[in-house]
């Protein structure tokens, strides 16, 4: 897509420090980390959301986030990493290009995901959730 920076990025009209690359994907540090070595492994296809990338194609994001994130492990600093992906707006996508992080995370590395914790008014409550959801999910 022309006007989006991570297909430039991809693509190498943008610089960026890249980590590994091969036909399917792109990955290069963050430039507003959370830790030092946050990573971030893009489709080099256009994808706004997640749901669209080919099989293929979001396997070997996994995949290589997952090994980004064992090298990671192996530094110094590190003792573990999270993978995040936001899929739109309200959940903190901010580039319109899906993209998986790779957080490198230390025990003393003062960053807390805050996530909110509810709890489910009662076992009936899960059930229709589970079904509303089961209801909307098509995996063709
Ligand atoms: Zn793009």
Redesign the pocket.
Known sequence: ?AD?I??KIAGGAIPAVKIYEDELVFAFLDIGPINPGHVLVIPRE?HESASTIPETTAGRMFRVGARIGIALKRLDAYDAYNLHLADGTAAGQVVM?AHLHVIPRGVNDQFHWNWRQIAYADDAAKTAMAEEIQKHLHLD
């Open positions: 897509m989006c991570f297909c256009h290009h």
